[in-house]
């Protein structure tokens, strides 16, 4: 916290890996992650004390357990595919800070940090850079860490940072989650509202499915503008070329893919070619037609899976892939309206 460095007694051979991680970052140069500890870790019971019984037996009972570590939650083999990706880069430009740097975001009190130091250390992760608020939203130090992406399981929290203009999504645990690679880290996209703008879905939403066929088609050479999570598609590619430079293509560690309900033939196109246009590259592009995205998903097993409707989220998750909710455009309110409906035919006259 002090922003100091920490040499930790391990074994040399671990003392070594760790000297070919640790690296001395400018924020500007790294791709920053910020993540929440309730979805790095498993802290479902520690949360259920703090809604039941109030900040200071949450408090205490952290300080009393804080040798015990948490176990993984659904952000930790996205973490761990980051750094795999990190040692990888580090053998190929060893003196490059362009590189994935994750910082621990959580509104817990320090007292907290010791375990959360302890867990860190336990699973052999690199995070050296913590955000501890002491209850207040750490939202507001986002931009100060150049935060490129953000995660949590507090959808308040993350609206905020949309707010901002910063890419966030609220993660959702599975009950069972899928293997993913050790390897390569794998990022699955959404198109509409997370990639673009939402400016299709309205069109689907207001008029429905042959008007939004047609207006695709009147306007297949007219670029989609850009949604939340171009910058992050974008700080990938970049690394991305790093390996292609050192002729890795085929054997690079990062993959992205694009999993859309657009149809290929009618309205795919646009959105191949705004990529193009944003000299994007998107290794694999999955149109469904509508199809379900859940046993596409369960077959690419990505690390982590972006999309802005609830319905595709909870699917995705059903079947064991950590999804992501990015609660950005037309589809939201949507939501609310519907929600809001509901509520009000069955309140009390």
């Known amino acids: 916290a002090s922003g100091k460095e920490t040499l930790l007694c391990l074994p040399e051979t671990e003392q070594s890996t760790q000297r070919l991680l640790r690296f001395s970052l400018k924020p500007e140069n790294a791709i920053t992650i910020g993540v929440s500890a309730r979805v790095l870790f498993n802290m479902e019971k520690e ?95 986002l931009k100060a860490y150049h935060t490129n992406l953000y995660l949590s399981a507090d959808p308040v929290k993350v609206r905020e940072a949309l707010e901002e203009g910063i890419a966030a999504a609220t993660m959702f645990t599975p009950e069972k989650m899928t293997e993913v690679s050790e390897t390569q880290l794998r990022v699955a996209f959404d198109g509409d509202a997370v990639l673009f703008s939402d400016e299709s879905e309205r069109i689907y939403k207001a008029h429905g499915l042959d008007k939004f066929f047609e207006h695709e088609k009147a306007h297949e050479n ?66 469904l037609a509508g199809a379900p995205k859940g046993p596409m998903l369960e077959k690419i097993r990505p690390h982590i899976f972006f999309d802005d409707q609830l319905f595709h989220v909870e699917g995705a998750a059903e079947m064991g892939t950590v999804a992501c909710h990015v609660p950005y455009g037309i589809a939201q309110r949507v939501i609310k309206r519907e929600t809001h409906d509901k509520e009000t035919s069955s309140a009390p006259k």
């Open 47 to 141: 949360q259920h004390i703090y809604e039941q019984q109030g900040m200071e037996e949450y408090i205490k009972y952290q300080v009393e357990h804080e040798t015990q570590p948490f176990s993984p939650g659904p952000a930790f083999s996205f973490v761990k595919a980051l750094e795999a990706v990190n040692t990888r880069l580090r053998e190929l430009y060893p003196d490059s800070e362009e590189l994935f740097d994750v910082v621990l975001m959580t509104n817990n009190h320090a007292y907290v940090g010791l375990r959360l130091i302890n867990t860190i250390n336990h699973h052999e992760l690199f995070i050296e850079r913590f955000c501890m608020t002491g209850g207040n939203s750490p939202i507001g130090y």
């Open 222 to 287: 007219k670029l989609l503008d850009h949604g939340p999570l171009k910058g992050f598609l974008e700080a990938l590619g970049k690394l991305q070329k790093k390996f292609y430079a050192k002729g890795q293509r085929m054997d690079c560690p990062i993959r992205t893919y694009l999993v859309t309900a657009r149809s290929a033939a009618s309205s795919g196109t646009r959105a191949l070619k705004t990529l193009r246009s944003w000299g994007l590259e998107i290794d694999e592009a999955l149109f």
